[in-house]
């Protein structure tokens, strides 16, 4: 009877470890500031796992300051912080990252021009 309750008390200790994503740790370049600016103003979103590799990579690119003030995170592992995995299920995502742009989504790490083009047209198919 002892063991089987120090087995019930180890596996709910497991299952509740919640795990955060590396911490961003570079400075933000006025370019990338700018295009964080733009991409919050298009209700931009970026889908990871705190555990990706490129999802890290992505947020490097951007730097610390243009996430924590412009852009959203949403972490999809079930075993992160703030998950949202079943609304990242339901965005049935083809891999992280992936990045939600004013409702389409585009898979992959992007670089800062790549980002700035899929801004630029979807302006001019605004326009």
Do not use: R
Not at 95 to 121: A, C, F, M, R
């Amino acid at each position: 009877m002892l063991s089987s309750t120090l087995l019930a008390s180890t596996a709910s200790t497991e299952t509740t470890k919640i795990f955060s994503p590396p911490s961003v740790t570079t400075e933000s370049s006025k370019e990338a500031m700018v295009l964080a600016k733009q991409l919050n103003g298009l209700n931009a979103k970026m889908y990871g796992a705190y555990w990706c590799s490129h999802c890290y990579e992505q947020k490097e690119v951007f730097g610390k300051e243009a996430f924590s003030k412009y852009l959203e995170y949403v972490e999809c592992s079930k075993d992160g912080v703030n998950s949202q995995a079943p609304l990242c299920k339901a965005k049935e995502l083809p891999g992280y990252p992936t990045w939600e742009i004013n409702g389409k989504l585009y898979p992959g790490q992007q670089e800062l021009d790549e980002l700035e083009e899929v801004v630029k047209s979807i302006k001019m198919a605004g326009e």
